[in-house]
């Protein structure tokens, strides 16, 4: 996620993109080289060569440490986390709470990493960023790559033996992946960011079916694919965990809270529950992030106090397992 581009060299920043029908339309991510485990594509999954770049703000950053930490590679794979506040040179490297500097690198500001790559960069400047500290190059920024790297090509890397992309569920993943982005990941900022009342309208209403389905998807099953956590899991966790807090309010997303959903809600409190998922979660990076960076959204840039919610509060989801 990024609120600007690089041009000639500059830092542009807030410059969202839409249609003619003030509907937000996300760009495409632009680095895809693809990390193996026997290193046929150029790139092997080997401990202490990649360095992730993440914002605790941003969702799609969140999904790759909490497969870094479902897969246990926080000594394989180190991190760098800019601050929450994106200002006029778009992220930025700060000895801020919760903050871990470019060390790798040495860079103030995230876009000077594209630029390392290439000095005529005029792409988006987004995270997560994954890196190669041996062939000092971005490997990929697409976070649904990276968080399937991390499952399933550095198994000989991990000590864990958590698989969340398993033979025998892997089309209902990916299609459930799928299933999911448009009208939910995507879906908050489409209706956050719409500049005409028909998109917004549109948006929030897709938001709503959506997320009324996967409400009855689990009153049957404990994940969204059955009874373990999978890669779908993430992506719609990192989406929920920001909901009440911000898009509910930021986004217009106000129809009805994450709260008011028995089953998501439970479902979000257990995955919060799981064993080092915790530590990726940063409500107030989250919410700072938001209602700073945002100034077309909230030009006060006042960030609300609440909601108080309890991530932590006992669940009935193994129920099911």
């Known amino acids: 996620m990024g609120l600007g581009v690089l041009q000639q060299g500059k830092w542009v920043s807030d410059r969202e993109q839409e249609d003619e029908q003030g509907r937000f339309v996300r760009p495409s991510t632009t680095f895809r080289n693809w990390i193996t485990a026997d290193g046929s594509s150029g790139f092997k999954a080997e401990a202490d060569r990649y360095h992730l770049y993440v914002s605790l703000a941003c969702p799609w950053a969140h999904r790759t440490l909490m497969m870094r930490q479902f897969k246990d590679l926080t000594d394989a794979v180190s991190v760098s986390v800019v601050d929450p506040v994106m200002g006029e040179h778009g992220w930025e490297f700060s000895q801020g709470a919760g903050c871990i ?11 000077e990493i594209y630029i390392k790559v290439d000095q005529h960069y005029t792409g988006r400047v987004t995270v997560p960023i994954l890196w190669d500290k041996h062939t000092q190059t971005i490997v990929n920024n697409e976070s649904r790559e990276i968080i399937r790297m991390f499952d399933t090509e550095f198994a000989a890397v991990s000590p864990a033996g958590f698989d969340l992309y398993p033979a025998d569920l892997q089309q209902v993943i990916d299609q459930t992946i799928d299933a999911i982005y448009q009208p939910i990941n995507n879906g908050v900022y489409r209706a956050g960011f719409a500049t005409k009342q028909s998109a917004y309208e549109e948006a929030v209403t897709e938001l709503f079916e959506a997320l009324d389905h996967w409400e009855q998807v689990l009153s049957q099953h404990r994940y969204l694919c059955g009874n373990q956590i999978t890669e779908a899991d993430i992506c719609l966790f990192t989406t929920l965990l920001r909901f009440d807090a911000v898009y509910y309010v930021h986004f217009k997303c106000n129809l009805r809270r994450i ?7 439970g479902y979000l409190r257990d995955i919060y529950q799981q064993p080092g998922i915790q530590e990726t979660c940063n409500l107030d990076h989250i919410k700072r992030h938001y209602y700073i960076s945002h100034p077309k959204v909230n030009p006060t840039r006042l960030v609300p106090k609440g909601p108080m919610i309890d991530f932590g509060q006992p669940h009935d989801r193994d129920r099911f397992s």
Do not use: A, I
């Open 101 to 111: 500097p470019d060390f790798v690198n040495g860079s103030r500001y995230l876009w």
């Open 259 to 265: 709260v008011d959903y028995p089953n998501l809600w």
